[in-house]
């Protein structure tokens, strides 16, 4: 949808107009059909970037189940799906926390640790900035050239943790899609130690392409934490819940400054599921690499478009031939959702973020791209 908010001067961006920044997100279909009146099964939402194949059908069952037990309250110390997350990666159970969302965790982490100054690269996710803002602290941004492709240089952002007391990093990120390697994020780990940093990785999209995480890192370090989502690769943003790992010490922190009851039963059960459901994981990472080439390929061809190299399950892209923000428009006209990406600072109103859905899907979109690209 397109965004209508202010843009900002990235040359002025400090703490205090930081503050001022809208909070626009994805994935908003009620908006959309109240905007184009359009009923909700005709509406393909390219603008979240959630599995195309949606939950496995085990973490289905398992969430219908557990609606059973919705008379009770939650494990306020979600046991069994820490364990869960605890065999999954190879980890304990008490360097596991779960919450509403990773984004939830987003916001406790700066609640408890107080940082003053935290370095962001931007383009990224804006509720980084906004929990930083929230627990009081400062925002200091290290913004991201497009000329380099908007690719973060771990020795740039090295120096720039100097004088930091947190950092937060998206990777792969969002919007941009780009990678930073596990021997990358190895290196900017030794930085923030030295400087006595808190690392917070967020890798809500690394489930596409495992080998590249640091989790296993992330128990051994206590400046460091790993945050993930059963949001996007798992298809399962309605039922919020996710999870961070840490050392020990780390996770016992948060956990105390954590709300209980953050997770429903169903959440919980699903999510349990759907880490036991390896083919459906098997499935997700060939469809999604598959189509995902498919649809960059196609998006070369189409006239002023330039796509960016991108390792998740969306393409970041700029739009040269046509006013982007119209585009947006007219696409959600015909009930094809896409992300106008203005309101990330760092960006203009040229930069648009789609998600990679079915090969049919895809298909409709890059006819509708065509047919508009061409008048």
Known sequence: MQNTEHELDNTTLTHENTRQT??????????AIKRYGLEGKKILDFSSNVNPLGPSATARRAAKKALALIDRYPDPEMTELRKAIARYFGVKPGQVICGNG???????????????KVLIPMPTFTEYAAAVEEA????????????????????????????????????PNNPTGLLMTKAETAELMGHALQYGVRLVVDEAFMDFIESESIIKQAVEASQLICLRSFAKFFGMPGLRIGYAVSDEATIAALRAGQEPWTASIPAEHAAIAALNDWRHIKKTRRVI????????????????????????????????????????????????LVRGCSSFPGLDSGFVRIAV?????????????RELLAR
């Open 22 to 31: 809208p909070r626009v997100h994805g994935g908003n279909i009620h908006e």
């Open 102 to 116: 990773s984004n939830e965790l987003i916001h406790l982490i700066p609640r408890v640790f107080r940082p003053k």
């Open 136 to 171: 009081g602290g400062e925002v200091v941004p290290l913004w991201l050239d497009e000329r380099e492709g908007f690719r973060i240089d771990p020795l740039e952002m090295a120096f720039a943790l100097k004088g930091m007391d947190m950092a937060f990093l998206c990777n």
């Open 289 to 336: 690499e598959k189509e995902r080439d498919r649809l960059l390929s196609a998006l070369r061809l189409l006239p002023g478009v330039e796509p960016f190299p991108c390792a998740a399950n969306f393409i970041f892209m700029k739009v040269d031939s046509f006013d982007a923000p119209l585009l947006v428009e007219k696409l959600g006209l015909r009930g094809l």
């Open 357 to 369: 859905r079915t090969r049919r899907e895809n298909g409709r979109l890059i006819s509708a791209l």
